[in-house]
C-alpha cells in the first residue's frame, strides 16, 4: 500500500469534499498538501485537479525517497477560498481552511502523519491558499512554498500564532500573477478592480516581520535564478524569495499540463524543481511547534 495513491471523501460544513493521497511508507512523516491552481473554467469531464498536481509535480514520484505524505485535495468548484474574495469558493462562503484542517487530521488517523508538520505546496490560486493556511493553521504549518502567488492583501491582518518559513517563487515573465503583485484578473461587477495581491519582495518582507528575522539576507544568482533568503526567524524559521528569469505562470522542473496551457504564460524554469525545492527547505523548519511560537 505505500505509495498508493488512494482517494477518498470528507464531508466538511454539509459539503463532500475529494482528495487523493499518496500513501507512506511510514508513521510520523511530514504531509504536504499540494493545491491546484484554479481550474473552474476547465470542462467537467476534465480530471479532478487535485490530481493533476500528482502528475503536474514530483511530490508523489519521490515520496517515498522523501519520506513524505502527499496529500491533492481538490477546491471547490475547482478552486480555492483562498481570501482574495474573487473566486467561486470565495463567492460562496467556502471554509477551505476547515476542509484542510480536517484533511490533515484525516491523514493522522490513516496513516500516522505528524499534523504539526504540515507542508502546504500551491501554485497561483494554490499559492494563495498556501499562505492563507500559514496564516491560520501556523501551529500545523512550519514551512509553505508558494509558486506564482504572492500574500492577498486582505489577509494582511490575520496574526498567526507560530512562526512560518515561506519559500516564494515567482517568474518575471509570468502574466496572470506579475512578480509586482497587482489585481485579479476577475473584475468586479462593475469592472471595479478586486483581491491584490503583494509582490514576491513585499511578501517576502512581511513574512520576514512577522517571524522577527533578524538574519542578514543572501542572495544567490544563477543563470536562470535570483535567489534572496534571509535567516534567523524565531524557532529557526527564513523566508525566501526567488525570482525565475524569464518564468511564466508555471510550476519550475515540470511543463505545464496541457489542460491549463497558457499560451506564451506557460514558459517553464528547467533549472529546478519547485518541489524539490521546496521539500529540501521545509525539512529545516520541521521543528516542534512551541518552538515557533509567537
Not at 479532478?48 to 525517497?65: I, K, N, V, Y
Not at 527564513?238 to 499540463?257: D, L, M, Q, S
Request: charged share 20%; aromatic share 8%; hydrophobic share 40%.
Amino acid at each position: 500500500m505505500a505509495g498508493e495513491l488512494v482517494t477518498g471523501e470528507l464531508t466538511v460544513d454539509g459539503r463532500v469534499r475529494t482528495f487523493g493521497v499518496r500513501v507512506p511508507r511510514a508513521e510520523g512523516v511530514p504531509l504536504v498538501l499540494a493545491l491546484h491552481g484554479n481550474a473552474s473554467g476547465l470542462p467537467p469531464e476534465q480530471r479532478r485537479p487535485g490530481l493533476m498536481m500528482d502528475e503536474w509535480t514530483s511530490f508523489g514520484a519521490r515520496a517515498q525517497e522523501w519520506e513524505i505524505a502527499v496529500a491533492y485535495p481538490d477546491g471547490w468548484e475547482r478552486c480555492w477560498a483562498d481570501g482574495r474574495g474573487v473566486t467561486l469558493a470565495d463567492e460562496a462562503g467556502i471554509d477551505d481552511v476547515a476542509f484542510l484542517r480536517r484533511l490533515i487530521h484525516w491523514c493522522a488517523a490513516e496513516f500516522g502523519t505528524r499534523p504539526e508538520w504540515t507542508i502546504p505546496a500551491g501554485i497561483s490560486n494554490g499559492g494563495f491558499m498556501a499562505h492563507r493556511l500559514g496564516l491560520e493553521l501556523s501551529d500545523l504549518v512550519p514551512a509553505f512554498g508558494a509558486v506564482a502567488g504572492g500574500l492577498p492583501v486582505a489577509l494582511e491582518g490575520i496574526d498567526p500564532t507560530h512562526a512560518v518559513s515561506a519559500l516564494l517563487i515567482n517568474g518575471t515573465a509570468d502574466e496572470a500573477v506579475p512578480i509586482t503583485g497587482g489585481y485579479s484578473r476577475r473584475r468586479g461587477p462593475d469592472g471595479e478592480l478586486r483581491g491584490r495581491t503583494l509582490g514576491l519582495a513585499e511578501s517576502a518582507a512581511w513574512w520576514q516581520g512577522v517571524d522577527r528575522c533578524s538574519g542578514v539576507g543572501a542572495t544567490v544568482v544563477t543563470d536562470g535564478s535570483s535567489r534572496q533568503t534571509v535567516t534567523g526567524g524565531v524557532g529557526g524559521s527564513r523566508v525566501a524569495a526567488w525570482t525565475v528569469f524569464g518564468g511564466g505562470h508555471t510550476w519550475p522542473g515540470k511543463p505545464t499540463p496541457p489542460e491549463w496551457d497558457n499560451g506564451p504564460n506557460t514558459v517553464t524554469s528547467t533549472e529546478f524543481d519547485a518541489a524539490e525545492e521546496i521539500h529540501r527547505f521545509a525539512r529545516a523548519a520541521l521543528v516542534p511547534a512551541d518552538a515557533r511560537k509567537l
